[in-house]
């Protein structure tokens, strides 16, 4: 048995992953806007004798630092923290307003930071836990229309990578999560934000978000599989990788943007090459 700090657990991934947990009878300390929506979501049939519901904006670092320390008055330990609370936006970079951009970057990257900040010393005091950051493929490629949510995810991910180096000596595993897309609400306006003002300039944006709009049941995958996923990840342990994908799609997208991206960097080996100090 095992204490698991989750955060964003009222929908998608978050719910599926808690669910499954408290199935396992695993001690649960999770994170919402709403604790009437995550109980709610959780209905009747799951056993949440074993749950700590907290209602936390995790952008109000005194107020995560104290969820923390009472999941561990709670349970006794600290041993699995996930960072899964996020949402989608879908517009243009020009589009985005200056409360978009930091209301994605305070959920993506400062409540990320808040977490890690309060339970880090726990994990380095007992010499022993694992982070998982649930990241997306949009953290390792971008596309048109996704500017803002890849920032956060790519901050992210640059902010993970360093972490797991800071504390591979510490006996705390970190790991990230890559998923693509999946059968949740993540595309439903419950979700997915768009900009308050639009130009007519981007058509095919509109196109697109049109298109995801209509893709929830479509998606290729199946969020109870990668909540099992993360199950495993978390008792397991990450096997050394830092990297973990989830969902085929997420598996080819990557393979092309690494491609992508060596065929890019040795075109301009030449140029990088010329800029050294010159030795003779």
């Known amino acids: 048995m095992s204490t698991w700090f989750v955060t964003g657990t009222s929908r998608g991934l978050g719910r599926e992953l808690v669910t499954r947990l408290l199935d396992r009878g695993e001690d649960v300390a999770a ?8 109980t709610a979501a959780l209905g009747g049939d799951v056993d949440t004798s074993r749950l700590l519901a907290l209602e936390l904006d995790l952008t109000d670092g005194a107020a995560v630092t104290r969820a923390v320390q009472r999941t561990r008055e ?6 699995v923290v996930v960072n899964n609370a996020g949402y989608g936006f879908l517009g243009a970079v020009e ?3 200056d409360a978009e951009v930091r209301a994605m970057l305070d959920v993506q990257v400062v409540g990320v930071w808040n977490v890690l900040r309060a339970a880090l010393p726990i994990l380095r005091a007992q010499r022993s836990g694992h982070v998982v950051n649930v990241s ?17 995810k790519f901050a992210l991910e640059g902010l993970t990578e360093s972490l797991a180096a800071e504390v591979a000596d510490l006996g705390i595993q970190v790991s990230l999560v890559e998923p693509g897309y999946f059968r949740t609400d993540f595309l439903t306006p419950d979700s997915l934000v ?5 130009t007519d300039a981007y058509p095919a944006l509109r196109e697109m978000t049109q298109a995801h709009l209509r893709m929830p049941g479509t998606q290729l995958g199946d ?8 199950v495993d990840l978390g008792v397991s342990g990450n096997g050394g990788r830092l990297r973990h994908l989830l969902g085929s799609d997420s598996f080819s997208l990557a393979l092309g943007a690494l491609d992508a991206r060596r065929e890019e960097v040795e075109a301009g080996e030449g140029v990088a090459r010329s800029t050294d100090v010159s030795t003779t």
């Open 31 to 38: 994170t919402t806007r709403s604790t009437q929506r995550l």
């Open 74 to 79: 709670r349970f006794g330990t600290l041993d």
């Open 95 to 97: 589009e985005t307003s």
């Open 136 to 152: 997306s493929i949009l953290g390792m490629t971008s596309f048109p229309g996704w500017g803002l949510y890849c920032a956060g």
């Open 194 to 198: 768009l900009p308050e003002r639009t």
């Open 223 to 230: 969020p109870v599989k990668a909540a099992a996923a993360l």
